[in-house]
């Protein structure tokens, strides 16, 4: 077999066997297979496509580049969730404690920030104490104790994935369907859960524009599960707008404890319901309408915040957090106001400027060496549809002597657009694949 034949077949549209992706994929992870040759064939199938066998193959091979979790010692049907990435997107602090509490088991890797968009596990650090990091026994230990666990992913999750996506994104081929779902996919298949809800942001802030694509992403992906025989269920949904009010990291904490209160965004939390029930739903506990009211009784009788509690104690975080979280977390005072210039309707947030907005204030990583400054993000006061007048609040920016705050107001100023007529509102959930 020779990489010349295979990416010349995939040239041409033809569809690849198990054992010519597993010459490619494991050559390249021994080095067999040179960077310009796996740059030749990404391109191939950036312009060629795969079929969902092809994908499901291409996961498998990836997933199996590296460690693969054994959850089976862990009773009950083991449920994933995976987001594809937006701004303010804090769904894993509230829905994980949401489900744990309701008798399903959380044993979940996350991922740091990328790109414009936040990260989980960057969120958690931010509480003082909590570690990220958990040996196998104690991670296997805590998810037996409380039903729930959160860790950075390990070293050896998905080596292929590393390698092939630093060079996809060197060589413009990142935004390609079936490499993107096989990337995700085989993350999720190596964590070994038995089934995944997927959050697929469609809008300004996610790396899916428009609902076409996402359907196209969400397809792609269930599609994927399903062949392995796996459950899932791809949740389209809304990121023309931050998730909630709070993008950063200490923030978003605070926002998910809020929420845990029950007081948070109307938006975030019908998100975090939605998907804790999917999650319920797939673990066997119900229809999904009843496992809808479970979330929602879970939030009201302090249920899930309680289990948020035991799983900041249980990772060595402080637990205080949840009574205190403004003393608790790093938190900045300073906090400059960003003002409308003008009246109108607020018609468009381009909220991929948002998360670089943040990331400029300090909140992500301009290098992969970089450190994060926890206390520091934007508040967004005013949101799609709301109509403003000139000098009102638009958003406030909580700033460190690290900010750049002349480039955040920049960008924020950028990406607000204003007209006198009211823009549709659209809802958070924008639709279901199965
Ligand atoms: N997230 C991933 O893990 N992989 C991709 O290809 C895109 C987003």
Redesign the pocket.
Known sequence: MRAYDIILKKRNGGKLTKEEIEFMVNGYVKGEVPDYQMSAFLMAIYFRHMDTEERAILTEVMANSGDRVDLSSIPGIKIDKHS??GVGDKTTLVVGPIVASLGVAVAKMS?RA?GHTGGTIDKLESIPGFRTTLSEDEFFENVRKIGIAVVGQTANLVPA?KKI?AL?DATAT?DEVS??AS??MS?KLAGGADGYVLDVKVGSGA?MKTLEQATELAEAMVGIAKVHGKKAVAVLTNMDVPLGNMVGNSLEVLEAIETLKGRGPEDFTQLCLNLAAWMCHLAEKGTFEECLKMAEESLKNGKALEKFREFVKYQGGNPEVVDRPEEILPMTDKIIEFQAQEDGYITAIDTEKIGIASNYLGAGRKTKEDSIDYSVGIEIVKKLGDYIKEGDILAKMYVSEVSDVETATKLLAESYQFSAERPESKPIILGTVK
């Open positions: 594809t990435g991922g990328l994935d996506y996809r990142v490499l993107i990337s995700i993350k790396f």
